[in-house]
């Protein structure tokens, strides 16, 4: 009787553990790209040689990459997919995948971005 009541108990924890735990940290395990960071539309006004502007468009600063940094250097990350005005100057949690955006390569440098293509976002 001692020995069913142990295992019952043990069963009631192990089903309550399970239950109750919390999921929250992995909802972003199935996305190559997570990042937090606040939404600002850029819109390039440089004079460039030949008119190979930097691109414009949605892109993030105040960022923090979480994981899926790449692994070269640029000046800033764009944003596509599910990003509309409505996010602007909002602190987004973002998950998604990495693309990127080339600019210039004819009479400039190549240049080259990250392109978030967010599937997931949770405003901060």
């Known amino acids: 009787m ?42 390039d006004t440089l004079m460039w040689a ?13 960022y923090e990459w979480l994981s899926g940094e790449p692994d070269f250097e640029y000046t800033r990350i764009y944003l596509a997919g599910e990003i509309d005005s409505s996010y602007l100057s909002q602190t987004l949690e973002i998950g998604g995948v990495l693309d990127t955006l080339t600019a210039g390569g004819f009479e400039t440098t190549i240049r080259e971005f990250p392109l978030v293509v967010a599937e997931k976002i949770n405003e901060k």
């Open 50 to 62: 030949g008119g190979e502007g930097d691109p414009s468009g949605f892109i993030l600063t105040e």
């Open 2 to 43: 001692k020995i069913l009541t142990i295992i019952f108990g043990t069963l009631i924890v192990s089903i309550l553990t399970i239950t109750c735990s919390d999921n929250s940290e992995n909802v972003y395990d199935d996305y190559k790209v997570h990042i937090d960071g606040t939404v600002q539309y850029f819109l």
